[in-house]
């Protein structure tokens, strides 16, 4: 174990290199204070874009460049890479784990920005076959089953086969299903039409379920019934009011709003339903008294702090404060805020009871449809259709970090959207089945662990 203690000024520590993180970490480059940001990865990762590294449109590098070059120049913030399993509230350190290094680090002001993982609501085991998209191994192992399916339909003479390799399935009408499908139907019948001898790509089922009785159920309206009515002129076939019970590796069981049960037969399914907030979060709230809400998000003070504990301060995905959605520019302002805060009190003594209450500016949200549509609300605007996604084609070119990722970005897009060329394609077999091979190590290391434990009771 290393305790790595910093140096002698006002020590902040800030757990996450995603949006919250990062953004908090860049706000303190000029404050009297030493930063310590640790992440379990070693990129900040630009999620909203994630579908797009899925479907072939954009590299890794685009949307994920590494969290130490992007602070490279920032003197007064450093980078730990490690898993935060531990948070102590009274002795002020987090804990953290790389392979079979434990690393402890102190500190003075803390900011918890964790983020959120994929909820299945109670039923895990359905992430064996319907992974969900969160991160850029997500991403890849994606891109390899969508066209993993393509490539084994191509091989099949069994018609019966052939449509459940070429039936896919997004769990989840909300933006990043509604992307994700539009995508998947964009592949099929513009990028890989023509590719194949035995199939036609254009062929294949793109299904879009979700529980509730539309798409983009946060716009409702204008705005859901234009997605709609895009994604169906994709050839995406929406079913609402579908509940999902059960998903194995052939295809899931989805319950209609009668009660009446159905099959859908589809080897390649994603689940973009529900998020659940770091497991870090319940620990926050254990020792602080803090409330949790069903969604693993801490409710935090006006200051976004916790309770008694003015220096923590708990942002973007993982707080729960006047009903504030998972947005990215949440997060960033909830790190600019947390970072301004503190910069107050090492500076100029601000009592924490002074502080104004964290003001979230909205400035919309947006979706893109397929390309050259999208759906954008800001305030009372509604933006459709090739309007909105020049609106959405600069917000994402302005949010994403580095000169170097907007070009590289940009050409991209000229490319996947002017012609029908996609430039990352490729997947490999790790991509495919290397979450579920760890997965599997890690359930028999768990096995043992537990067997090793009952024989030290029994022998003692
Ligand atoms: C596919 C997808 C599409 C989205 N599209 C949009 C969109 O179009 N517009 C929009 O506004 N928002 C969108 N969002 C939501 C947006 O990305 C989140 O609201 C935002 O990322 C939240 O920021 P955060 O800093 O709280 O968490 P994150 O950005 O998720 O960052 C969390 C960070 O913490 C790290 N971490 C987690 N646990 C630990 C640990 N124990 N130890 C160390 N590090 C840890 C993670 O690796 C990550 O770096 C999308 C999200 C997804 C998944």
Redesign the pocket.
Known sequence: MSVQSGESRHRVVV????????FGTQALKNADVDVTL????T?????????QVATGILSVGDIAPATRMILRKQKNARVLL????TIDLENKTVT?QLLERRTVTPFDSLIV????GQSYFGNDHFAEFAPG???IDDALELRGRILGAFEQAELSDDPDERARLLTFVVVGAG??GV?LAGQIAELSRRTLREAFRHIDSTEARVVLLDGAPDVLPVYGGKLSRKTRQTLEGLGVQIQLNAMVTGVDADGLTVKEKDGTERRIESQCKVW?AG?AA???GKQLAEQSGAGIDRAGRVEVLPDLSLPGYPNVFV????MSLDKL????????Q??KYAAKQITASVEEGQDPAQRAPFRYFDKG???TISRFSAVAKVGKLEITGFLGWIAWLFVHLLYLVGFSSKVSTLLSWAQAFFSTGRNQMAATEQQVFGRLAIQRLRTEEDAAEAREAVARREAG
Do not use: C
């Not at 990129?43 to 579908?51: E, M």
């Not at 920005?113 to 959120?116: I, K, L, T």
């Not at 942002?315 to 993982?318: K, P, S, T």
């Open positions: 757990i996450g290199s995603g949006f919250g993180g990062l640790i992440g379990r990865t990129h900040h990762l630009f999620q909203p874009l994630l579908y490690g898993d935060v399993e953290s920005a964790a983020g959120a998209m969160k991160t933006p990043t992307e973009s998020v770091s497991p870090l942002i973007g995905d993982m959605p998972g947005l990215a520019q949440v997060a960033m909830g790190g949200s947006m979706a």
